[in-house]
């Protein structure tokens, strides 16, 4: 007999304001993701289900959700290493329902991204996160005195920003704390971009001093509180949190 995997997925829509858990069970099997149970789901049970995705590969950044309390790539996380694999310590408590009927050992929990509004089951509203990504204007211009794209670029140079230009603007980092509490924090997706800029020698010394100045501002770097869960949930390794901190060094150096 195939043995099953229980899960507890959450789901809310037009109809349902609060939201509320359904429970599912997939038939195992070597290797199957999350995101392949959730198209069993829809293919089996519920095809009204609702989630993102589109590479499959941990390269979009589409299908980010909260699994088990954490936030993780749906396609990147296979079952098997959910209940085995090691947490990151001190994530925030992230609420979206009643779960006290949640059977931890053996049931995996499916809940959304959290601090964004739920647009329907597992699919958030990402507009604050494009708007404040738009804000730090995360790319070359010809109109700025920059030497990119066309330009070489050494290879430490490359390496100094390597981490940096890997993210997948998922948005699992919107987990930060100071997203909960404050809604015009720029987030750390946003500031990690901009030190990403800020730190490639391509860029004019002009145009580096406007990004700094976008940052410099209440709601954007000063208003991170270093709590650092950006940098222990990302899945691309790129230290969002510290790159927030280089950025401080940077201001203050210019003082
Ligand atoms: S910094 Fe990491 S967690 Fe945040 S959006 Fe980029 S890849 Fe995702
Ligand atoms: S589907 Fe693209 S990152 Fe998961």
Not at 75 to 93: A, D, F, G, H, N
Not at 156 to 183: F, M
């Amino acid at each position: 007999m195939v043995e099953m995997q229980k899960f507890l997925v959450f789901r809310k829509d037009s109809e349902d304001k609060e939201g509320r858990y359904e429970r599912f069970e997939v038939p195992k099997r070597k290797g199957l993701t999350i995101l392949e149970a959730l198209f069993y789901i829809q293919d089996n049970y519920d095809s009204t289900l609702a989630f993102r995705y589109s590479c499959r590969g941990a390269i979009c950044g589409s299908c980010g959700m909260t699994i088990d309390k954490v936030p993780e790539l749906a396609c990147r996380t296979q079952i098997s290493t959910v209940k085995t694999k090691k947490k990151p310590v001190k994530l925030p408590e992230f609420n979206f329902g009643q779960t006290s009927n949640w059977n931890q050992e053996n049931e995996i929990l499916i809940e959304p991204l959290p601090n964004m509004e739920i647009i329907q089951d597992l699919v958030v509203n990402m507009d604050p996160f494009w708007k404040f990504y738009r804000e730090v204007e995360p790319y070359f211009t010809r109109d700025w005195n920059d030497e990119a794209p066309e330009s070489n670029q050494g290879s430490d140079a490359v390496k100094s920003i390597e981490h940096l230009v890997n993210c997948i603007a998922c948005g699992l980092c919107w987990a930060c704390p100071v997203n909960a509490n404050n809604k015009e924090y720029f987030g750390p997706t946003a500031l990690a971009k901009a030190n990403r800029f800020i730190a490639d020698n391509r860029l004019s010394e002009e145009h580096r001093q406007e990004i700094l100045d976008k940052v410099w501002q209440e709601n954007a770097v000063p208003a991170c509180e270093k709590y650092f869960v950006c940098n222990r949930v990302c899945p691309k390794g790129v230290r969002p949190g510290t790159a927030i901190n280089d950025i401080r060094d940077k201001w203050s150096k210019n003082e």
